[in-house]
Each structure stands twice: as structure tokens, then as C-alpha cells.
T-cell receptor, first 114, second 112 residues
Framework: KAGVTQTPRYLIKTRGQQVTLSCSPI?????VSWYQQTPGQGLQFLFE???????NKGNFPGRFSGRQFSNSRSEMNVSTLELGDSALYLC?????????????FGPGTRLTVL | GENVEQHPSTLSVQEGDSAVIKCTYS??????FPWYKQELGKRPQLIID?????GEKKDQRIAVTLNKTAKHFSLHITETQPEDSAVYFC???????????FGSGTRLLVRP
């Protein structure tokens, strides 16, 4: 099976812009989670989707949003970008959710906000 | 709120020695504890996990122990090798939360 893929791998944006990141889970996986990884804060949970429904959301401002499509692919959007949004954004997929099954991570999207 | 503390932040050992990384979680409802290894520039990968109904689990040179009363869990790597050098993250989760709370990571360096 192909692993989790994320596009694009690298992004450079300026403050105030918005960005959309995409994640394709492993075939058959219905749960997709998103994490923000920064040197200072480590890995922080953004949100989790299962069958197009958001089941949990982390402590991030409303500028961070996501969605999941019927084929389980997921996107996350960050609007009105701030310098502090520069990070590696990782998505992870699992069969039913992180509490129950192994999560497989994608390679991440490195976002730089100038 | 939910929190996972991880220590030490960096650990340097001689090849062949053992390494121990410790984590403490705050929410007593947590019942799933995975450990991830992240090599430089790579994605995190699961190396071992444990559920709250088990006190210890081993997989070759890697073992994880769990003390539910103290809300502690630890990763033990024996006979370390240079390829064990990476950042290790512990995490905690509970049924129906659908999220992993990660520790801050431990950078392990195994000196040849």
C-alpha cells in the first residue's frame, strides 16, 4: 500500500495570505489527523476527521480549519497567516482513530511565513 | 488540561549502553501510550505502544513500561546502536478522544 502523502511539501507565504494543505491517507484509512510541529512547541494536535466529520479539535484559533472528503482525503486551511504559523504540518491516518489504531504519518508540509 | 511531560530533552549514550526516556501524563483516563521515533528530516514512525491493561511490552531491544498509579511510562532501549540516534516522542490518548497528546521529545545521540 502507498503511504500517507502530503502536498505541497514546501510552501512560502507572506503574512496575511491564506494557505491550503492536502493529505491523502493510506487506502482504507478513514481517520485523518493533523498536527503542527515546531521546535518550541513540539507536536500539537490540530484536528481529526473521520468519515467527513470533525471529531476533535485542538487549541488553535479559528484561522485554522479543515475538512475531509468522501474519499477520506483531507485538507487544512490557514487564513490570515502570521509569522508564528511557520511550522511543519503533519497529517496522519489510521483505520479508526489514534486512540485505537496505529497512526501513520505523512512526510509533512513545511510552511514558511515571511 | 491534558498534558504529557517528557524527560530528558537530550540524552547522549555510548554505543552498547542502555537509554531510558520517561514520560508523565496528567489525565488518568488515558489508556493508550505510543512511542514515535523521528529521524532528522523524516516523518515520525511508531516504534512501540502499550495499552493501560498491560504493564510492560517488549520488542527486541525496545521495551515500554507503564505505571498507571503514578501515571508514568518509560521507553527502554538496550544495546543502543548509532542508528538509534533520533528524536523520540511519547504520547497519550484515551478512548473517543481521537487525538494524541505528545511529549516535548527527547533527542537521543548514540556515540560510536
Amino acid at each position: 500500500k502507498a503511504g500517507v502523502t502530503q502536498t505541497p511539501r514546501y510552501l512560502i507565504k507572506t503574512r496575511g495570505q491564506q494557505v491550503t494543505l492536502s493529505c491523502s491517507p493510506i487506502s482504507g484509512h478513514r481517520s485523518v489527523s493533523w498536527y503542527q510541529q515546531t521546535p518550541g512547541q513540539g507536536l500539537q494536535f490540530l484536528f481529526e476527521y473521520f468519515s467527513e466529520t470533525q471529531r476533535n479539535k485542538g487549541n488553535f484559533p479559528g484561522r485554522f480549519s479543515g475538512r475531509q472528503f468522501s474519499n477520506s482525503r483531507s485538507e487544512m486551511n490557514v487564513s490570515t497567516l502570521e509569522l508564528g504559523d511557520s511550522a511543519l504540518y503533519l497529517c496522519a491516518s489510521s483505520l479508526q482513530g489514534s486512540s485505537y489504531n496505529e497512526q501513520f504519518f505523512g512526510p509533512g508540509t513545511r510552511l514558511t511565513v515571511l | 488540561g491534558e498534558n504529557v511531560e517528557q524527560h530528558p530533552s537530550t540524552l547522549s549514550v555510548q554505543e552498547g549502553d542502555s537509554a531510558v526516556i520517561k514520560c508523565t501524563y496528567s489525565d488518568s483516563a488515558s489508556n493508550y501510550f505510543p512511542w514515535y521515533k523521528q529521524e532528522l528530516g523524516k516523518r515520525p514512525q511508531l516504534i512501540i505502544d502499550i495499552r493501560s491493561n498491560v504493564g510492560e511490552k517488549k520488542d527486541q531491544r525496545i521495551a515500554v513500561t507503564l505505571n498507571k498509579t503514578a501515571k508514568h511510562f518509560s521507553l527502554h532501549i538496550t544495546e543502543t546502536q548509532p542508528e538509534d540516534s533520533a528524536v523520540y516522542f511519547c504520547a497519550a490518548s484515551m478512548d473517543s478522544s481521537y487525538k494524541l497528546i505528545f511529549g516535548s521529545g527527547t533527542r537521543l545521540l548514540v556515540r560510536p
